[in-house]
């Protein structure tokens, strides 16, 4: 069975800092790696999405990588914004199904 | 396009009575995903379908809980009857190309 653990549960960085949140899961054979970000009462928006035949997807300040084999995702956030404080999830895809980690709560401090 | 549209945004209603949540895909997706979200077990996946047919509905709590999707551009969780532990946040999304697209949740509140 699938499962997807984010550590930590929270985390708190000085605006300006780059910083990287995890996520490892335990079942390699994936179709993709999705990470969302939450805010407060909202739902949840896609940042980056890496199939399983890529090693890294960038979209601005973000930088997602994947190593199936370790089961390991990161997601590096480049000089952090108090705009940036949310949750992160990240999501496996496998069999047209995705589950979810619990998330980082992300607190930049300005 | 309005991305994936849900309603009501907010419900709260006494133990018992049925609940019915909708929710509209973004048009030419053809999967749809119905999840809760809780502190306690962060977001759980519920029930999905592709092409109006439901694929996987183990995540379904109880026979309470009941779903369909009658069209390509509507789909409907139902809860009947509701009971306090189902207050929770309930998120559709939908995808074409496995990215799935989350529309604003409805919470739900059963006192």
């Not at chain 1, 949310?86 to 401090?109: E, M, Q, S």
């Not at chain 2, 077990?41 to 379904?60: A, Q, T």
């Amino acid at each position: 069975k699938q499962e997807v653990t984010q550590i930590p549960a929270a985390l708190s960085v000085p605006e300006g800092e780059n910083l990287v949140l995890n996520c490892s899961f335990t079942d390699s054979a994936i179709y993709n790696l999705q990470w969302f970000r939450q805010d407060p009462g909202k739902g949840l928006t896609s940042l980056l999405l890496i199939q399983s035949s890529q090693r890294e997807q960038t979209s601005g300040r973000l930088n997602a990588s994947l190593d199936k084999s370790s089961g390991r995702s990161t997601l590096y956030i480049a000089a952090s914004q108090p705009g940036d404080s949310a949750t992160y999830l990240c999501a496996v895809n496998r069999d047209d199904k995705i589950i979810f980690g619990k998330g980082t709560r992300l607190h930049i401090l300005p | 396009d309005a991305g994936v549209i849900q309603s009501p945004r907010h419900e709260v209603t006494e133990m018992g009575q049925e609940v019915t949540l909708r929710c509209k895909p973004i048009s030419g997706h053809d999967y749809l995903f119905w999840y809760r979200q809780t502190m306690m077990r962060g977001l759980e996946l519920l029930i999905y379908f592709n092409n109006n047919v439901p694929i996987d509905d183990s995540g379904m709590p109880e026979d309470r809980f009941s779903a369909k999707m009658p069209n390509a551009s509507f789909s409907t969780l139902k809860i009947q009857p509701s009971e306090p532990r189902d207050s929770a946040v309930y998120f559709c999304a939908s995808s074409v190309t496995r990215e799935q697209y989350f529309g604003p949740g409805t919470r739900l509140t059963v006192t």
